[in-house]
């Protein structure tokens, strides 16, 4: 059965504010409503294996989301960060943060995260996927005329891949091409499909 079938008797709910993650959403021919604002303290211990920091972070999300899930309901949330140097890239704070991030970017080899969780009244799984993404020398002038025209402050890595820093400066991907975007569609597809296939038959 079709995902879009099986999920006419569940309430999909996407708890997340980057248009990125509803376009691709749609895109896919799945309904959805879209959770209302709510604060999470998005802090990870400083122990923690930057590989699972992502993951992490969307299962500290769905725990934050302040509504009871009702029978029906699937909330989904994600997270994504930006590994470079063995450094973890959030949003960056300010200007000056985004050019030093895409100075770190340029020219080198980095891998993108995302972490997503999907959760119901009674169950939750969790899981992640990587993306390698290559980028070319950037220059100062290129990184400004980035910054001041896109105002990369909502994106992990102060980048987005579908803008047009990922036109001119991205000479590779191994891996999801929208895994990097803020969801790794495919791989949801399929796990959110096996979820509710599951779901189902615990509820028999």
Partial sequence: ????????????ILASASPRRRQLLEQSGLKFTLAPKFECDEHYP???????VAEYLSQLKSKAYP???QRGDIL????????????????????????????????????????VTMRTESTIKSFSVASKVFFRD???EE??????????????????????????????????????MGLPIQRLYVELGDFITTNLQNCK
């Avoid at 059965?1 to 999909?12: F, I, P, T, V």
Wanted: aromatic residues 10%; proline residues 3%.
């Fill in 1 to 12: 059965m079709l995902l879009h079938n099986l999920l006419e008797s569940y309430n999909l």
């Fill in 46 to 52: 400083a122990t923690m294996p930057a590989c699972d």
């Fill in 67 to 69: 509504k009871a899930l």
């Fill in 76 to 115: 989904l949330t994600a997270d994504t960060v930006v590994i470079a140097q063995n450094t973890i890239l959030g949003k960056p704070a300010d200007r000056e943060d985004a050019v030093r991030m895409l100075n770190m970017l340029s020219g080198c080899e980095h891998t993108v995260i995302t972490g």
């Fill in 138 to 140: 950037i220059t100062d």
């Fill in 143 to 180: 990184i400004d005329y980035y910054i001041d025209n896109y105002r990369p402050f909502d994106k992990a890595g102060a980048y987005g891949i579908q803008e047009w820093i990922g036109y001119v400066a991205i000479e590779g991907i191994e891996g999801s091409f929208f895994n990097v």
